[in-house]
């Protein structure tokens, strides 16, 4: 299981939002072996003067955070994010310096979905990769 959110100033964001979904969920079905219809993501759009950046960021400026279950090894997490930083930027355009992700993992006893704990529900896709 994994959902993700991307937070970004509204309208570069808004310009960019579905080819953008399409370069992260190619990402996570390569890195995560994810399957392609597993698509959960989130777009947050902010006014530029309610999304505070450290310096040297442009209004493109966007933050990428990946929600998942524990079980990838450090080599699947690193593909994922060298991936993102290397897609994102070639095919999107974005500079890496406007790029920043962020994993969060939890154990799968605490997901629940199609009413049932991620611990005990079938899920037909690889966690431990």
């Known amino acids: 299981m994994s959902q993700v959110k991307i937070y970004g100033v509204k309208e570069p964001l808004r310009a960019i939002r579905n ?3 399409d370069v ?7 890195a995560l072996q994810f399957p392609i219809n ?6 947050f759009y902010l006014e530029p003067d309610d999304f505070f950046m450290p310096e040297g ?4 400026y966007v933050i990428i955070e990946l929600m998942m279950m524990e079980g990838r090894t450090v080599e699947t997490k690193k593909k994922l994010i060298n991936l993102l930083f290397e897609r994102i930027s070639q095919q ?3 500079s890496v ?3 920043e992700i962020c994993i969060l993992e ?3 006893h605490n997901w629940g979905f199609r009413g049932k704990t991620g611990d005990e529900a ?3 896709y690889p966690i431990n990769v």
């Open 122 to 124: 079938a899920i037909t």
């Open 106 to 108: 939890s154990p799968a």
């Open 97 to 99: 310096n406007d790029i």
């Open 57 to 60: 960021r442009s209004e493109n």
């Open 19 to 21: 080819r953008l979904s």
């Open 24 to 30: 992260i969920h190619g990402c996570v079905v390569e």
């Open 38 to 43: 597993k698509r959960a993501h989130r777009f």
């Open 92 to 94: 999107i355009g974005l």
